[in-house]
């Protein structure tokens, strides 16, 4: 049960990193990607080190994206 949580999770996560929604800017995505990063380690789906993973993604993949 927990492994399909996290895995649900994770996905939701990465499907936003991937296809943010519509009317999203850059910046919004960042912070939505961050506060589901924050909420998943406080739910106990990730540990710190994962967390740490998602953000640098985010980071990463937002800076990208706001320069296009």
């Known amino acids: 049960m927990y ?3 996290k895995a649900q999770a994770l996905e939701t ?3 936003l990193l ?3 929604e519509i009317r ?3 910046q919004e995505q960042y912070e939505e990607l961050l506060r589901l990063a924050e909420e998943y380690l406080k739910q ?3 540990d710190r080190e ?3 993973g998602l953000v640098s993604e ?3 993949d937002t800076h990208w994206r ?3």
């Open 3 to 5: 492994e399909d949580r």
């Open 58 to 60: 985010a980071t990463q």
């Open 50 to 52: 994962e967390r740490k």
């Open 18 to 20: 991937s296809k943010p």
């Open 44 to 46: 106990g789906f990730i």
């Open 13 to 15: 996560w990465h499907a």
């Open 24 to 26: 999203m800017t850059a």
């Open 66 to 68: 706001s320069k296009a």
